[in-house]
């Protein structure tokens, strides 16, 4: 079973900024379900759900793998494989660091840097 673990509030990323890690996952949680539209598109909302299939592996029935659109705690319940925000989900679906996850969705956003 893998958990991914939220980073720091604050990552140092260059001399010259940090990235906000709450202001990051603040932001995506705003618009959590556009982001889920274009990272799980067969998907769908079930009250407080996100209710779609784990692209990641041969999951052929919506249901096992969902995410609370309230706090963006996710789960695949067939693996075990979870995490407690947008960035963790963003990091398990494209492979990515936290790290790297959070500075993609920094960009996206255009928020998290501070000088």
Partial sequence: M????AHPESVRTNP?????????????LGVLTALLLR???DGKREG????SRNPLRGDR???????????GR?????????????????AYLFGL????????LSLMLGVGVQP
């Fill in 48 to 51: 407080h759900e996100w209710v």
């Fill in 39 to 41: 990272w799980l598109p």
């Fill in 61 to 71: 029935n919506p249901g096992s793998f969902k995410v609370n659109m309230n706090t």
């Fill in 16 to 28: 010259g900024g940090k990235l906000d890690f709450q202001a990051v996952n603040s932001a995506a």
């Fill in 74 to 90: 996710w789960s695949d319940f067939a693996t075990g494989d979870r995490g407690g925000d947008p960035v963790s989900l963003a």
């Fill in 2 to 5: 893998a958990e991914t673990h």
């Fill in 97 to 104: 660091s936290q790290l790297e996850a959070a500075r993609q």
